[in-house]
């Protein structure tokens, strides 16, 4: 027995200063699994009481006696007495569970209650407790004559968050939608699921896809879709294009203080989508060469002569593209002489002629430069910049 004892001491000792409790020196800790819990979560409770150990041989029990009992309460409700059992024979440390039932309660908006609230029980893991969004749950333990240890831990709502496994996606990705939400852990015996709204920019109508709980107490939910920009919306498949942002909400009805019991609040992320192709190989862009005004093709540079600037751009990729052409134009001296541009749109595959006026100022040997981007905002290169060297005379 003694070597028991000081075993226990040497695991709670960094903690507590009693070594070997008694009905002297009263040592029992109270212990529960989590510092905080959700309205309808499960409250895993210790005791370790080595002093109630009286046959070592033997599995013995604590709190159900009405002289020495333990009571477990919220803030207006209660289960006394309420046994609790020790782990093993010898063990001296006594435990078990409630679950908490909350209170009447439209969770997802429907207009029926998701809750089904109880108080019964008299342990170690059959007790049911109603408790309130903002409550605190007490358990105590009457130790010895005109000795009770209590132990109190708080019950909150929280705010629920959802993700995107990534920010951004490709078509043939498999996409991952993750809502972590304590409160919607309404049964934590079972897999709990929750519903959430997906739509793209190309279909804003989206789809409702289920979120399955990862275990029985997480409150972290998972559900995966796929894209598809040949196929409309249907089951767990949303239709999208590159280019397209995605998103994923959630009705939050389980809001803290300072909201309401009534309110509710839309939980929203996005991501987006993006071609599979690197963003240089996208399009294709051809040499430039310089023609007349009628786009015949000329060989000698004459200062103060308009000539035209000829290229053409081929999109590479099964979807619409915006871009923007630059052309730059820079002197011996690396000084910019001329810069323009041309903003358009290319169709699937689309081969488009590109043609801008110029006319140099005086003879020199010039750099002409030409740059696709996506954007002027965004500034993404679509195909590697060209170079060319024009000598005027």
């Not at 004559?145 to 995107?164: A, C, K, R, Y």
């Amino acid at each position: 027995m003694y070597l028991i004892l000081v075993g226990l001491f040497l695991i709670f000792s960094p903690a507590y200063a009693e070594s070997i409790p008694d009905y002297d020196k009263p040592y029992a800790p109270i212990f529960t699994d989590k510092s905080v819990y959700s309205w309808t979560d499960k409250i895993i409770i210790s005791v370790m009481a080595p002093s109630w150990n009286s046959n070592p041989n033997q599995i013995n029990s604590i709190g159900h006696l009405e002289s020495h009992s333990i009571k477990i309460s919220s803030g207006e409700y209660s289960l006394k007495p309420y046994r609790l059992t020790e782990t093993n024979s010898n063990s001296g440390i006594f435990s078990g569970e409630i679950i908490l039932t909350g209170f009447l309660h439209d969770v997802d908006g429907d207009g029926i209650f998701d809750t089904n609230p109880r108080t019964t029980g008299n342990g170690p893991t059959n007790g049911f407790l109603q408790s309130d969004r903002d409550d605190s749950i007490s358990i105590s333990f009457e130790f010895a004559d005109g000795v009770t240890l209590v132990e109190s831990i708080p019950v909150s709502w929280n705010h629920g968050t959802i993700q995107f496994s990534k920010d951004t996606f490709v078509l043939n990705d498999s996409i991952q939608i993750r809502v972590i939400d304590s409160d919607l852990n309404l049964n934590p015996e079972m897999i709990d699921s929750t519903t959430i709204e997906v739509f793209s920019d190309s279909d804003v109508g989206g789809l409702l896809v289920n979120a399955m709980e990862t275990s029985e107490r997480s409150g972290d939910f998972i559900s995966t879709i796929t894209l598809s920009a040949d196929s409309s919306s249907s089951g767990n498949r949303l239709y999208a294009v590159p280019g397209d942002a995605i998103f994923a909400k959630y009705d939050d009805h389980t809001l803290p203080k300072p909201f309401s019991k009534s309110d509710n609040q839309y939980v929203e992320t996005f991501a987006k989508i993006d071609h599979s192709a690197l963003a240089l190989d996208r399009i294709h862009v051809s040499p430039v060469f310089l023609s007349d005004g009628f786009g015949n093709p000329i060989t000698e540079y004459l200062a103060n002569i308009q000539m035209q600037i000829v290229g053409s751009i081929e999109n590479k990729i099964n979807y619409d593209q915006e871009f923007i052409y630059f052309f730059q134009i820079k002197n011996s001296d690396g000084i910019v002489t001329s810069i323009s541009w041309i903003q358009g749109q290319l169709s699937p595959n689309q081969i488009l002629d590109i043609s801008q006026s110029w006319v140099p100022e005086k003879p020199d040997s010039y750099i002409l430069e030409t740059y696709v981007w996506n954007s002027l905002t965004e500034l993404m290169p679509m195909s590697p910049p060209t170079s060319t060297i024009i000598i005027v005379n």
